[in-house]
């Protein structure tokens, strides 16, 4: 008698050999994906969303994981071949994700963690200068809509290789979050640091947000808007230095627009991280806008501190700098105690002349004016004019002054020009009109003058005149005091 097969008795039959088949598949790509074969076609698959159109590659050595919650890529590389040459861009041994089955299946766009161990970033220029990097969101498509809760970078390097000379960042470490959507890349750093060998500095810490925008490619344009960084608040802790930053920067045209709270600044330690050569030394606080490129800028702030000898409290500047010379547009504040308003102008290459054309109200020339010198006590109100050699350490000036004191000799005003170089004060003019409390008479001096002349006033006040020079050393004996 046959026997009757029924439905359900023939599915019972396909279901081990369908179980089979499924497992059997499940091995193959258990394994496939972990072949060299898998991690060349991600590298592929990654290169033509984001990388199409651009001399850069992405290349995965090999790839493995459980795949259903995490994944580690070995060996990863983005490769430039144009025609500056070809090099590696980034290089980094390992990169381990951690994320959960709702990315895979898009409910989620949140990867837990991602961190690069050993990774190495090679920043070179081109011809005109530029840095030769991506554009942010080339490719076919956009940049995708994700969140990296955690990423840690450990013992990174940057290297920049400019036309004439090159820098390294070393030992970078980084911790933060990362938020992409399409046109831009926003990192928020919880902690960081690093070590830059070539300028002799260490960054302690390191905490803020940058954000990286690409704006929409115009229509009808080859190539997509120049991109932008973004700097919140992004704090940085050297040895001697505190400092926070806000603005955006423009990297392909190298332009500027930042504000800078200093707290404080040292000016050694910046100049050597900047290779800036300057004899100029102490620090400062305060709050800072800058504008424009490094050859050429605005810089507006108020600031306290000490620079160079000179005390600065509540001193307010406006200048601009253009190749090598500093414009100070407008000068304001306190100066060794002095009150000091005006203008003036700064060359950056020897002989390092400082102009000024400023009114001064209570200036003692005692104070540290003229470092390392012992100068008389003054109270000078009125116009400065004077221009000084820093490396020459010479002194010319011309002077139209209100009433003040000069030696302890008081006068109602007085004008001078002259100047003071190896010691030496030197005046080619001097008129002055005093109070006059008797005949006047001047203390003996073991100096020459050429035709000094006193000539008594009528009334309560007389004027006086001389040519001559005294040495700086003798200022101290010298007075003119009433018969």
């Not at 009757?4 to 994906?33: D, E, Q």
Request: charged share 20%; aromatic share 8%.
């Amino acid at each position: 008698m046959n026997e009757i097969i029924t439905p359900r008795k023939r599915s019972r039959r396909w279901f081990p050999l369908v179980l089979g088949i499924l497992f059997a598949v499940c091995v193959a790509v258990f394994f496939a994906v972990r072949t060299t074969f898998f991690a060349g076609g991600v590298g592929k698959i990654v290169s033509n969303r984001f990388l199409d159109g651009t001399p850069f590659i992405l290349t995965i050595d090999h790839i493995e994981g459980s795949y259903l919650q995490d994944l580690t890529l070995q060996g990863v590389k983005v490769r430039y071949t144009g025609s500056e040459g070809a090099f590696d861009l980034f290089r980094a041994e390992e990169i381990s994700v951690r994320y959960g089955l709702g990315i895979l299946m898009k409910r989620s766009g949140t990867i837990r963690g991602f961190s690069l161990t050993n990774p190495v970033l090679r920043l070179k220029t081109d011809s005109t200068g530029a840095l030769i990097v991506p554009s942010f969101g080339a490719g076919k498509g956009e940049w995708p809509s994700l969140d990296i809760a955690l990423f840690t970078i450990e013992n990174a390097h940057v290297i920049v290789q400019g036309a004439q000379r090159g820098d390294a960042l070393d030992e970078l470490n980084l911790v933060g979050s990362i938020r992409s959507r399409a046109t831009e890349l926003r990192v928020a750093i919880a902690q960081g640091s690093a070590n830059g060998s070539g300028r002799d500095f260490a960054l302690r810490s390191l905490k803020g947000i940058v954000t990286f925008v690409q704006e929409p490619r115009p229509q009808g344009a080859s190539a997509p808007a120049a991109p932008r960084i973004l700097l919140d608040s992004l704090a940085a802790v050297l040895d001697e230095s505190a400092f926070a930053v806000s603005g955006t920067i423009a990297p392909s045209s190298r332009l500027f627009d930042l504000a800078v709270e200093a707290d404080p600044v040292n000016i050694g330690e910046i100049t050597r991280i900047l290779q800036i050569e300057t004899s100029h030394y102490g620090d400062f606080k305060g709050s800072l806008t800058a504008m424009g490129t490094a050859d050429r800028f605005r810089l507006d702030g108020v600031v306290n501190g000490v620079l160079s000898g000179y005390a600065l409290s509540e001193f307010a500047v406006s200048m601009l700098r253009e190749g090598g010379l500093i414009r100070l547009d407008s000068l304001s504040g306190v100066v060794n105690g002095a009150r000091v308003e005006g203008r003036g102008a700064y060359t950056l290459e020897a002989p390092n002349v400082l102009s000024l054309d400023v009114d001064v109200r209570g200036l003692d020339l005692s104070k540290g004016f003229v470092p390392g010198q012992k100068l008389p006590e003054t109270t000078f109100n009125g116009a400065v004019n004077l221009d000084y050699r820093v490396q020459d350490e010479a002194l010319s000036f011309a002077l139209d002054l209100d009433e003040g004191d000069f030696l302890g000799f008081p006068f109602a005003e007085a004008r001078a020009r002259g100047s003071y170089a190896n010691d030496t004060l030197s005046a080619a003019e001097y008129q002055s009109r005093c109070f006059a409390i008797g005949p006047l008479t001047r203390a003996p001096t073991s100096y020459e003058t050429a035709s000094p002349v006193l000539t008594p006033g009528s009334g309560r006040d007389s004027s006086a005149s001389a040519r001559g020079s005294m040495n700086a050393k003798m200022f101290a004996s010298r007075s003119l005091v009433p018969e």
